[in-house]
């Protein structure tokens, strides 16, 4: 029982020794510049969007957003992707306009306006970016 207890406490160790090692080699943006000195700018890392655009992955899927949002703003007051997506704005300005099912309320049938829990888009909408992702995982879209 003691040996079995010794090997698993040297193991712990073992294990807690790699994790600290590992987390010395993880460096800040600013590097190793104390906080109470200026660090150099570092790089700012230019986000590519993707080339000839990405098609959902399933049927129901929130599309992703094909062009730059840097611009837009959605705050209680606003939201600019109204300017482009709305019902009475769409056809001018040539883009999709926002889901039909995004003016249903199952708990009110008569709404006629936006349903509030689809204001903040990008709760479901993300832009489309070329990054690797930072999980490997297997994830096979369904060719829609
Ligand atoms: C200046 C006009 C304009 C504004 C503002 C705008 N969009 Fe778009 N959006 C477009 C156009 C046009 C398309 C069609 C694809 C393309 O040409 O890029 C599009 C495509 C999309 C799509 C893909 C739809 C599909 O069926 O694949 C999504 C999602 C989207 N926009 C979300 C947003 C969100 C969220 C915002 C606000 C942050 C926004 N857009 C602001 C013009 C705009
Ligand atoms: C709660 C999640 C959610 C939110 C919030 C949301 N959407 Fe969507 N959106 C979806 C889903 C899911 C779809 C695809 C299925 C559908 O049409 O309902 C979609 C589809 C769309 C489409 C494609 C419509 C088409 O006919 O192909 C556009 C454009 C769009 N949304 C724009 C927006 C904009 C702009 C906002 C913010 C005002 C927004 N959405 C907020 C989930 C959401």
């Excluded at 079995?4 to 712990?12: D, E, K, P």
């Excluded at 570092?42 to 611009?71: C, M, S, Y």
């Amino acid at each position: 029982m003691r040996k079995i207890l010794a090997v698993g406490i040297t193991a712990a160790m073992f294990a807690a020794g790699t994790v600290i090692a590992g987390a010395a080699e993880i460096k800040s943006l600013r590097g190793d510049v104390p906080l109470n000195a200026e660090a150099k700018l570092f790089k700012k890392k230019k986000v590519e969007t993707v080339t000839g655009g990405r098609k959902r992955a399933w049927k129901l899927q929130p599309p992703t957003i094909p062009h730059k949002i840097n611009k837009e703003r959605i705050t209680l007051d606003e939201n600019s992707c109204f300017r482009c997506h709305a019902h009475d704005t769409y056809k001018a300005e040539n883009a999709p306009m926002i889901s039909k099912s995004h003016y249903k309320d199952p708990n009110n049938p008569d709404e006629k306006n936006l349903v509030m829990r689809r204001y903040f888009c990008y709760q479901c909408h993300v832009p489309q970016v070329d990054a690797p992702p930072l999980v490997e995982n297997t994830f096979k879209s369904a060719g829609n």
